[in-house]
């Protein structure tokens, strides 16, 4: 299973937005016959994981909740192309974890939700230089600009090589993280709930081995 979580939203384990958004599937990995539970089955439920995983502000979610009540088959279709970008960014970069070649139509995907989001983007200062600037307010899409720009960000940084999916105390999780340990053998995407469910585990067997070595 996925990581544990918290007022009912995934845990944000990925250390990145991008993979915590690959992450609102869990487990990615589930038995046969099974699915993995969707955290955002309708735009409403993406934007309110949006300001979970602090790329809204409270005010900005509710302005896209009152644009999607007003046009619900735009917010829909959003909702849809954001589905379609996750699947992109897992799919991506679940492979670079695994070593494997990214592949292609992954990639495209991400290269044109990056390039709607710098549509919306001007250049402006920051603190410490300049940088791309979003409006406070936008269109329903808005959702994504952060998303598809984190995607980039960690696509193209030194941070790629520290991605890392998590098999799962029963092979079933999946879920991507980024491995920033000084070691870099961070194995779990987290400690309290894949881990300890291992620890858990080993433990009762040494404890049965113990006894029976007893006997």
């Known amino acids: 299973m996925g990581a544990v979580r918290t007022s009912g939203w995934p845990a944000l384990v990925g250390g990145s937005a991008c993979l915590d958004f690959a992450n609102t599937v869990g487990p990615r990995r589930p038995p046969p016959g099974e699915q993995g539970r969707d955290y955002v089955a309708d735009y409403r439920q993406l934007v309110r994981w949006a300001v979970w995983a602090g790329v809204l502000t ?3 979610a509710t302005a896209l909740e009152t644009a999607a009540a007003d046009d619900p ?19 991506a970069f679940s492979t670079a974890a695994d070593g494997d070649r990214v592949p292609a139509p992954a990639l495209d995907v991400i290269r044109e939700a990056y390039l709607q989001t710098l549509r919306q983007a ?7 230089g300049l940088d791309w600037c979003w409006p406070d307010r936008g269109p329903l899409d808005q959702v994504v600009w952060p998303i598809a720009r984190s995607a980039v960000d960690l696509a193209v940084s030194e941070r790629l090589a520290r991605v890392r999916r ?7 999780c999946g879920w991507l993280f ?3 340990s000084k ?15 291992v620890k858990s585990r080993r433990q009762v067997a040494r404890v049965r081995a113990a006894r029976e070595g007893i006997k």
Do not use: F, I, K, N
């Open 58 to 60: 409270t005010g900005q």
């Open 73 to 91: 088959v735009a917010a829909d279709m959003v909702l849809a192309d954001a589905r379609g970008l996750r699947e992109a960014v897992y799919r």
């Open 122 to 128: 001007s250049l402006g200062a920051v603190s410490g």
């Open 166 to 172: 998590c098999p799962g105390d029963d092979g079933h």
């Open 178 to 180: 980024l491995d920033l």
């Open 183 to 197: 070691s870099g053998t961070r194995r779990w995407c987290s400690m309290r709930s894949c881990g300890s469910r």
